[in-house]
């Protein structure tokens, strides 16, 4: 059998080792592809043919294609493909044959990577010799890295993109979670409709043997659960439903058991409720006890690059949420924040709608510094909001503007509503970037960060 794995990131480099394993001939195409690239000369050694051309007789004799999941279908070579009928998929696709033990399945438009850690928090709190908590997918690690080391006894948690859920088509896990979904990837899938159907792909082939945990708080989230066939677990912060877990005069419960005072979770913010409510609802399925859910949540101090607590530095509080790549996400780290924030902000210009931050920014925001292609547009919505703006180059400039602009007892907060890649190649660049940002100015100003 031949495949061809288009695009050489780390999740073509692990679809194509395994696909080596299995005895197949592998041919991997990128137009960026660095033959100096050590992984690239290893595979090479083990016979993976590497190529940077994308022609369509690239295609002949192909049984199969892997991409990489940001690679759009658009693109001219995956456009033959699906004119000649060849199936195109994603690593994880070829990771599921080996997936014997649960498996946790996550998705949603935001939150979906603190919930995987939160999840498996709660978990591997009842870890033993014989069952271990695995996680991976969007999250960092290819699930067909690991696949073949994940044992029938373990549990395996994937963070799982829209791209990603697009090419595994027989996608079943034990559990799927919804955490929220609003309109994100427009470029990408072209509508709405079409975005909202690729998150759904995560239980089309559930059973009422498995689980779906979802998000209870729109009417919409409600009707899209009825598309599914597995037994519906509800979480709500806004009261929406009891038959899951949910918040009750500041109490997280599930099904009427008291689990904790949500005053009590490590982290802050109405997002981290939603996203707590998700681990115990997921925790209760897998028969964890409420005595150690608490502890773990209580102990769950957050995910880097998602509302990170860099430190404290001039009496300023400063924070790292480079993840929040669309307005959705800002507007849930806002929330979080009772003192004044200075808001870093700016990125991709996705052609949304900047103007719908203006509620959050009038309810949390003092001031703004912004960068990017979406500068423009937040310059147009602080003045709406009256607020004072500045407009600079990039993250790392606007670091000391921020320090400047700021009071002692306010809150620094890199949050930038937009994706990344019109000036770095990913969130967590951006965000290392603020962060030793916020490092050079202390060293600068001879001041320490606590």
Excluded: C
Aim: net charge negative; no cysteine; glycine share 6%.
């Amino acid at each position: 059998m031949r495949t061809l794995v288009i695009g050489f990131a780390r999740s073509g480099a692990a679809a194509a080792k395994l696909l080596l394993e299995e005895g197949q001939d592998v041919i991997v195409s990128d137009p960026k592809l660095d033959f100096s690239d050590p992984k690239v000369q290893a595979l090479q050694t083990k016979g993976v043919t590497f190529t940077q051309d994308q022609d369509e007789q690239l295609l002949d004799g192909v049984d199969q294609i892997i991409k990489n999941p940001g690679i759009p279908y658009t693109i001219p070579i995956l456009q033959a493909a699906q004119a000649r009928n060849i199936p195109i998929k994603v690593e994880v696709a070829l990771a599921q044959p080996y997936i014997e033990g649960d498996w946790i399945a996550v998705t949603g438009s935001n939150g979906k990577t603190t919930a995987t850690e939160m999840i498996a928090a709660v978990l591997r709190t009842q870890t033993t010799a014989d069952h271990d908590v695995r996680v991976a997918g969007n999250i960092g690690t290819p699930v067909s890295e690991i696949a073949k080391t994940v044992r029938p006894t373990d549990t395996l948690i994937t963070e799982l993109s829209s791209f990603q859920l697009m090419g595994v088509p027989d996608l079943k896990p034990k559990i799927a979670v919804i955490t929220n979904i609003y309109a994100s990837h427009l470029d990408y899938h072209g509508s709405r409709e079409a975005y909202v159907a690729a998150k759904m792909n995560i239980t089309k082939n559930q059973t009422a043997s498995d689980y779906l945990v979802m998000n209870f708080d729109k009417a919409e989230w409600r009707d899209l659960s009825q598309q599914s066939k597995a037994q519906i677990v509800p979480f709500s912060r806004q009261g929406n439903s009891t038959a899951g877990a949910y918040l009750a005069d500041g109490w997280l419960y599930f099904r009427e058991e008291a689990v904790m005072p949500a005053s009590e979770l490590g982290v802050t913010g109405d997002h981290n409720i939603e996203n707590a409510l998700i681990a115990i609802a997921v925790g209760q399925l897998e028969r964890v006890p409420i005595s150690a859910m608490r502890k773990a949540l209580s102990e769950f101090t957050g995910v880097r690059h998602r509302l990170q607590k860099v430190g404290t530095y001039l009496d300023r509080l400063v924070y790292n949420d480079s993840k929040a790549t669309d307005i959705e996400a800002t507007e849930s780290a806002l929330s979080g924040f009772k003192q004044p924030v200075v808001l870093l902000a700016g990125g991709l210009d996705r052609g949304d709608d900047e103007m719908l931050l203006l509620p959050a920014l009038k309810a949390h925001v003092s001031q703004m510094v912004v960068f990017g292609e979406t500068a423009d547009k937040l310059v147009a919505v602080a003045d709406a909001a009256k607020l004072p703006v500045v407009k600079t180059k990039d993250v790392q400039t606007a670091v000391p503007l921020a320090f400047e602009k700021s009071a002692p007892g306010d809150v620094i907060l890199l949050s930038p509503a937009a994706a990344s890649w019109d000036q770095y190649p990913n969130f967590e660049t951006r965000g290392d970037l603020f962060i030793q940002a916020v490092q050079d100015y202390a060293a600068q100003t001879q001041s320490e960060v606590k």
